[in-house]
């Protein structure tokens, strides 16, 4: 299916457990985004990517690592998770022109 | 200070009300704006650009000024379904690369 899609929808881990969470899109774009939600804070950006292999910080990147080795996929590693990593987790994508971003559907992780 | 600053909200209006969000940002250098709406920590979908001269859709119009770093959308004829979360971004572009900057949100409840 075209699209972006994120996986798991639903996550619980314990604290110091690294967990993955996953992107995928396919339509090539070139920029994607990863982006916690939090009450009172709206989306704040963790790490974007420019391309595959280019990766910067975004305002929120600390217990975060990102890697880009394919186009379509953009997976987010929280190392070792605490509970105030416990967010919706959102990643988009767009293609550095139009600058419309697509969202997949959010991961609601809880660390407990 | 944040790039991206909202009221919050919510606004509780009547149908067929007039209301009007206001978002300002801090980076002069930001290139371009948008608004999008969220419903119930749904992902967030496009609903229009904003450019200089100002834009209408339907009921919606969003309008920039960039000398007051200055984004509005007033939404006439307000409906049910028009409850949901509002959100400015912006679009930095920095050292070639484009990030999106999101506000918090403006929360909107429109009553029978």
């Known amino acids: 299916d075209a699209g972006i899609t994120q996986s798991p929808r639903y996550k619980i881990t314990e604290t110091g457990r690294q967990v993955t969470l996953m992107c995928h899109q396919t339509?090539?774009?070139?920029?994607m985004f990863w982006y916690r939600q939090d009450l009172g804070h709206g989306l704040r950006l963790i790490y974007y990517?420019?391309?595959?292999?280019?990766?910067d910080k975004g305002e929120v990147p600390d217990g975060y690592v990102v890697s880009r080795s394919k186009t379509e996929n953009f997976p987010l590693t929280l190392e070792s998770a605490t509970r105030s990593q416990t967010s919706v987790y959102f990643c988009?994508?767009?293609?550095?022109?139009?600058?419309?971003?697509?969202f997949g559907q959010g991961t609601r992780l809880t660390v407990v | 200070r944040k790039e991206v600053e909202q009221d919050p909200g919510p606004f509780n209006v009547p149908e067929g009300a007039t209301v009007a969000f206001n978002c300002t940002y801090s980076?002069?250098?930001?290139?371009?704006f948008f608004w999008y709406r969220q419903d119930c920590r749904k992902e967030p979908k496009l609903l229009m650009s904003?450019?200089?001269s100002g834009n209408e859709d339907g009921r919606f119009t969003a309008q920039l000024n960039r000398a007051s770093q200055y984004i509005s959308l007033l939404i006439r004829d307000s409906k049910l379904s028009d409850s949901a979360t509002y959100l400015c971004?912006?679009?930095?572009?920095?050292?070639?690369?484009?990030?999106?900057?999101f506000g918090t949100g403006t929360r909107l409840l429109v009553s029978p």
């Open positions: 980076n002069s250098a930001s290139q371009s």
């Open positions: 990517s420019a391309a595959a292999d280019i990766t």
């Open positions: 904003v450019y200089s």
């Open positions: 988009a994508s767009h293609d550095g022109m139009s600058t419309e971003a697509f």
């Open positions: 339509w090539s774009h070139s920029y």
């Open positions: 971004v912006v679009n930095l572009e920095n050292t070639g690369f484009q990030k999106l900057v």
